[in-house]
């Protein structure tokens, strides 16, 4: 089993949608979670860090749940430049040094 | 507030050749860690550079080296290239004892290995 294991999708949704991706993670001692966002052929930036149950920026917001041991990112009114590669990862037990990610959810959001 | 620096960003070498990647941290930030990113694939965590020591390693094997030097920038050496190691390199860096070690990434560098 994969340390970190996200739906490669591709997810295609509408313009306006609300869309959710979940990511689930093996290490149960894993203590600080990342989403971040990477476009075709360049760096993974970061969106949004998440270290207790929670964290919400704009139309952004991700939740942890640690007794599924899973994260999900929530994008609500989707937008064309939302289309995106989004990655999640955790540091293992020590919080920090080595993220370890997931493959990466693929997003298209059409007009 | 630089950013992430990396270069070359491209780089095209032949089967046994060597090859170095450079990383200058953001500004403010002391901790390099290097990554490698596959087509498809996440990134994979190579090795992290604190105060000019490898603080931790992933599963990568000794042909792939680095160093941090005094103004915390740092290089990725590969020796005995194998066409397996084309990939993008991603160098990321953050502050330590920063709550929760968050790492922002430079542009990369993509090596091609023909």
């Known amino acids: 089993r994969k340390e970190v294991e996200q739906d490669p999708g591709p997810f295609n949704v509408p313009e306006g949608a609300t869309v959710a991706f979940n990511c689930t993670y093996s290490?149960?001692?894993?203590?600080?979670f990342f989403w971040y966002r990477q476009d075709c052929r360049k760096e993974p930036k970061l969106l949004m860090s998440?270290?207790?149950s929670g964290n919400e920026d704009g139309r952004f917001t991700a939740q942890l749940n640690r007794a599924s041991q899973y994260i999900s990112l929530l994008i609500r009114d989707s937008k064309l430049s939302d289309s995106a590669t989004y990655l999640c990862a955790c540091h293992g037990s020590s919080n920090t040094g080595k993220l370890i990610f997931g493959q990466g959810t693929t997003l298209q959001v059409k007009p | 507030d630089a950013g992430v620096t990396q270069s070359p960003t491209h780089l095209i070498k032949t089967r046994g050749q060597q090859v170095t990647l450079r990383c200058s941290p953001k500004?403010?930030?002391?901790?390099v860690s290097w990554y490698q990113q596959a087509l498809g694939q996440g990134p994979q965590f190579i090795f992290q550079y604190y105060e000019e020591e490898e603080r931790q390693r992933g599963n990568f094997p000794d042909r792939f080296s680095g160093h941090q030097f005094p103004n915390y920038s740092s290089e990725l050496n590969v020796n005995a290239l194998l066409l397996g190691d084309s990939a993008l390199y991603l160098c990321?860096?953050?502050?330590?004892?920063?709550?929760?070690?968050?790492?922002?990434f430079g542009p990369g560098t993509r090596l091609t290995v023909l």
């Open positions: 998440v270290y207790s």
């Open positions: 990321a860096s953050s502050l330590a004892g920063e709550v929760a070690d968050t790492q922002y």
């Open positions: 500004s403010g930030h002391d901790t």
């Open positions: 290490n149960s001692a894993s203590q600080s």
